[in-house]
C-alpha cells in the first residue's frame, strides 16, 4: 500500500502542512493563519486552541481523499520555540499562551540574576540568552502575577508538547526546541534543577523530553478522527522551525550554512560540536549528532520593504513591482559609488548593535533605485560579517539562501559575489514542512536516515555562481562597509 508523510510548520502567524508521498511528491499544500493578540504593552499573547484548529483544518484539507487519510504514516512538526502554554488536569488551556516575543518579564529577568548568577549562566546550559519571555521566565511571572491559575495549572507546556498532547495523549518536548524554553539543559539533555527552582516548576508538570525523529505515540482515536487519519498513523518529535528549515534545505553536515531571508535574515550553522565560545544561540539540531548556531538581523528583509512602501508609492496607492524593483538596480551601482547602507538593528560589530539605521555616502546625484541596491547590497554585507562570527565555515560547496531574496536573481548574485562562493537555493518555498516531513519519514522507518529523506524528497537546487569581476570589486567595498560601521559604532558610542 502506498504511504505518505505529512510535514506541519505551527508557526506564529499561522500553520502550513504539506503532504507528500513516501517516494518523495509533493501533493498537497494548505495554510491557516491566526492572530497574535497584544492585550497591552509589552504583552503577546495566543489562543493554543488557535493552534490545534489549524492544525485539524490544514491536515484534513491535503488529506480530503479518506484513502489518502488512512494511509499516512507519519507526521513530524516544525515549530515555533518559547512559547508557554499552562494546561490544566484535563489539558485545556488555563489562560492565553504566552508568546516567544513576550515582554513582560523584565522583574523577573533581574530576578533570575540576583538568584541564579548573571545572565550568561542561563546561555551556557540553554544555548539562548536569557531575556523577558521564554518559558523559565514566563513561568515565573504566572506565579507571582496569577497564582491561581498558577496553582490550577497541571502542565507547562511549549508549543510542541502542546500538539503533542493533542495528537498522541504524551505531551513531549524535542530537544532541538528545549533549550529554547530555557528550562533544558543541552549539555546534559536533562531538566535544569537550578532553573526548575527559580521558575517553581518540579519536573513532573512538564513535558517528557525527547530528540528530533524519535518516535512519540500513535494517535488517539479521538486526535485521528479530527485530523482525518488512522490510528496508525504515529507523531515523530519534530524541531525548532530554524533546525526544521535548514534539515528541508539540506543543511545536514559541518560546514552547511543556510541563510534564510524573510522579514528577518537568520543565519543558521551546522557543525559537529557546539559553539558556546562564539556567543551565538546555540541548539542540538534536527539532524542525529549535530548542533547548529543562530544569528539573526532582525529586519533584514524590513529594510527593503520600508523603501518599497515609503519611497516608490504611486499615487494610486500601488506599490512597484519586484521585477521593475531588481531591472532597475541591476543598472546601479550604490557601494561601488560610495553609497553604504546599515540595517535597522544591525551588528555594526561583534558585540555592537545599532536600533537605527543609517547611509553613508548619499549624493545628489543618487535617485530611489540608487538606495534600493544600496539597502539590498547593505544585508548582504551584514549577513556575511554576521557569518564571522560563526565557528563553522563555509563549505567549498557554498552557502545556502532560502526566503523573499532567494527570488531575486539579482540578490542571490550579490550575495554570491560579495561571499565569493556558490549561492544555492532550494525550490521549494516552505521548507520547514519539507524538513518535518524528512524527520516523520525518518522516525517512522521509511527512510534509514535523514540524508537519505532529503535525497527521496527531491528537493531541487538552484545554483548562483560568483562572478570573478564583481567578486574583485566587492572585497575592497566589503572591508569598507565593515570599517565605516566601526566608525558609526564609534559615533553612537557603542
Given at each position: 500500500?502506498?504511504?505518505?508523510?505529512?510535514?506541519?510548520?505551527?508557526?506564529?502567524?499561522?500553520?502550513?502542512?504539506?503532504?507528500?508521498?513516501?517516494?518523495?511528491?509533493?501533493?498537497?499544500?494548505?495554510?491557516?493563519?491566526?492572530?497574535?493578540?497584544?492585550?497591552?504593552?509589552?504583552?503577546?499573547?495566543?489562543?493554543?486552541?488557535?493552534?490545534?484548529?489549524?492544525?485539524?483544518?490544514?491536515?484534513?484539507?491535503?488529506?480530503?481523499?479518506?484513502?489518502?487519510?488512512?494511509?499516512?504514516?507519519?507526521?513530524?512538526?516544525?515549530?515555533?520555540?518559547?512559547?508557554?502554554?499552562?494546561?490544566?488536569?484535563?489539558?485545556?488551556?488555563?489562560?492565553?499562551?504566552?508568546?516567544?516575543?513576550?515582554?513582560?518579564?523584565?522583574?523577573?529577568?533581574?530576578?533570575?540574576?540576583?538568584?541564579?548568577?548573571?545572565?550568561?549562566?542561563?546561555?551556557?546550559?540553554?544555548?539562548?540568552?536569557?531575556?523577558?519571555?521564554?518559558?523559565?521566565?514566563?513561568?515565573?511571572?504566572?506565579?507571582?502575577?496569577?497564582?491561581?491559575?498558577?496553582?490550577?495549572?497541571?502542565?507547562?507546556?511549549?508549543?510542541?508538547?502542546?500538539?503533542?498532547?493533542?495528537?498522541?495523549?504524551?505531551?513531549?518536548?524535542?530537544?532541538?526546541?528545549?533549550?529554547?524554553?530555557?528550562?533544558?539543559?543541552?549539555?546534559?539533555?536533562?531538566?535544569?534543577?537550578?532553573?526548575?527552582?527559580?521558575?517553581?516548576?518540579?519536573?513532573?508538570?512538564?513535558?517528557?523530553?525527547?530528540?528530533?525523529?524519535?518516535?512519540?505515540?500513535?494517535?488517539?482515536?479521538?486526535?485521528?478522527?479530527?485530523?482525518?487519519?488512522?490510528?496508525?498513523?504515529?507523531?515523530?518529535?519534530?524541531?525548532?522551525?530554524?533546525?526544521?528549515?535548514?534539515?528541508?534545505?539540506?543543511?545536514?553536515?559541518?560546514?552547511?550554512?543556510?541563510?534564510?531571508?524573510?522579514?528577518?535574515?537568520?543565519?543558521?550553522?551546522?557543525?559537529?560540536?557546539?559553539?558556546?565560545?562564539?556567543?551565538?544561540?546555540?541548539?542540538?539540531?534536527?539532524?542525529?549528532?549535530?548542533?547548529?548556531s543562530l544569528l539573526s538581523l532582525s529586519s533584514g528583509g524590513v529594510?527593503?520593504?520600508?523603501?518599497?512602501?515609503?519611497?516608490?508609492?504611486?499615487?494610486?496607492?500601488?506599490?512597484?513591482?519586484?521585477?521593475?524593483?531588481?531591472?532597475?538596480?541591476?543598472?546601479?551601482?550604490?557601494a561601488e559609488d560610495g553609497l553604504f547602507f546599515y540595517p535597522f538593528?544591525?551588528?555594526?560589530?561583534?558585540?555592537?548593535?545599532?536600533?537605527?539605521?543609517?547611509?553613508?555616502?548619499?549624493?545628489?546625484?543618487?535617485?530611489?533605485?540608487?538606495?534600493?541596491?544600496?539597502?539590498?547590497?547593505?544585508?548582504?554585507?551584514?549577513?556575511?560579517?554576521?557569518?564571522?562570527?560563526?565557528?563553522?565555515?563555509?563549505?567549498?560547496?557554498?552557502?545556502?539562501?532560502?526566503?523573499?531574496?532567494?527570488?531575486?536573481?539579482?540578490?542571490?548574485?550579490?550575495?554570491?559575489?560579495?561571499?565569493?562562493?556558490?549561492?544555492?537555493?532550494?525550490?521549494?518555498?516552505?521548507?520547514?514542512?519539507?524538513?518535518?516531513?524528512?524527520?516523520?519519514?525518518?522516525?517512522?522507518?521509511?527512510?534509514?536516515?535523514?540524508?537519505?529523506?532529503?535525497?527521496?524528497?527531491?528537493?531541487?537546487?538552484?545554483?548562483?555562481?560568483?562572478?570573478?569581476?564583481?567578486?574583485?570589486?566587492?572585497?575592497?567595498?566589503?572591508?569598507?562597509?565593515?570599517?565605516?560601521?566601526?566608525?558609526?559604532?564609534?559615533?553612537?558610542?557603542?
Open positions: 500500500m502506498k504511504q505518505y508523510l505529512l510535514g506541519i510548520d505551527v508557526g506564529t502567524t499561522g500553520t502550513k502542512t504539506l503532504l507528500f508521498s513516501a517516494d518523495g511528491e509533493l501533493l498537497g499544500h494548505a495554510y491557516r493563519p491566526y492572530a497574535l493578540h497584544t492585550p497591552q504593552v509589552g504583552y503577546s499573547e495566543q489562543n493554543a486552541e488557535d493552534w490545534w484548529n489549524a492544525v485539524c483544518e490544514t491536515v484534513r484539507e491535503v488529506c480530503a481523499d479518506p484513502e489518502i487519510g488512512k494511509a499516512v504514516a507519519a507526521i513530524s512538526l516544525s515549530l515555533q520555540g518559547g512559547t508557554m502554554v499552562a494546561v490544566d488536569k484535563d489539558g485545556n488551556p488555563v489562560r492565553p499562551a504566552m508568546v516567544w516575543n513576550d515582554g513582560r518579564g523584565e522583574a523577573q529577568k533581574e530576578a533570575y540574576i540576583r538568584e541564579v548568577g548573571e545572565a550568561d549562566t542561563m546561555y551556557q546550559k540553554t544555548g539562548w540568552r536569557l531575556g523577558k519571555a521564554m518559558l523559565a521566565i514566563e513561568i515565573r511571572w504566572m506565579r507571582e502575577n496569577e497564582p491561581e491559575l498558577y496553582e490550577k495549572t497541571a502542565k507547562f507546556l511549549s508549543v510542541p508538547d502542546y500538539i503533542s498532547m493533542k495528537m498522541t495523549g504524551i505531551p513531549a518536548v524535542d530537544l532541538s526546541d528545549g533549550g529554547n524554553n530555557q528550562l533544558i539543559n543541552i549539555r546534559t539533555g536533562q531538566y535544569d534543577p537550578e532553573i526548575l527552582e527559580f521558575a517553581g516548576v518540579t519536573e513532573d508538570r512538564l513535558p517528557k523530553i525527547v530528540r528530533s525523529g524519535d518516535v512519540i505515540g500513535n494517535l488517539t482515536e479521538e486526535a485521528a478522527q479530527a485530523l482525518g487519519l488512522s490510528t496508525d498513523t504515529v507523531l515523530v518529535a519534530g524541531a525548532h522551525d530554524q533546525y526544521a528549515v535548514a534539515l528541508g534545505a539540506g543543511a545536514l553536515k559541518d560546514g552547511d550554512i543556510l541563510i534564510g531571508s524573510g522579514t528577518c535574515w537568520v543565519v543558521t550553522a551546522i557543525g559537529d560540536e557546539p559553539a558556546f565560545e562564539t556567543g551565538l544561540a546555540q541548539s542540538i539540531s534536527a539532524v542525529p549528532g549535530k548542533w547548529g529594510c527593503l520593504e520600508w523603501w518599497r512602501r515609503n519611497l516608490t508609492v504611486a499615487p494610486d496607492g500601488s506599490l512597484l513591482p519586484f521585477d521593475v524593483i531588481n531591472e532597475e538596480v541591476a543598472k546601479r551601482k550604490a538593528s544591525g551588528n555594526a560589530a561583534p558585540g555592537r548593535k545599532f536600533s537605527k539605521a543609517s547611509f553613508i555616502g548619499l549624493d545628489l546625484s543618487h535617485d530611489r533605485f540608487d538606495i534600493a541596491r544600496a539597502i539590498m547590497e547593505g544585508v548582504a554585507f551584514q549577513a556575511l560579517w554576521m557569518m564571522e562570527s560563526f565557528k563553522t565555515k563555509p563549505s567549498k560547496e557554498g552557502l545556502k539562501l532560502a526566503g523573499g531574496a532567494s527570488k531575486s536573481a539579482l540578490w542571490c548574485q550579490m550575495v554570491a559575489d560579495i561571499a565569493n562562493l556558490p549561492v544555492r537555493i532550494p525550490e521549494v518555498a516552505d521548507l520547514a514542512c519539507v524538513g518535518a516531513a524528512i524527520m516523520a519519514g525518518t522516525g517512522c522507518g521509511i527512510y534509514p536516515n535523514v540524508e537519505e529523506g532529503y535525497k527521496r524528497l527531491a528537493v531541487r537546487e538552484r545554483v548562483i555562481y560568483p562572478d570573478p569581476a564583481n567578486a574583485a570589486k566587492y572585497a575592497p567595498l566589503y572591508a569598507e562597509y565593515k570599517q565605516k560601521a566601526n566608525l558609526l559604532g564609534t559615533v553612537y558610542g557603542l
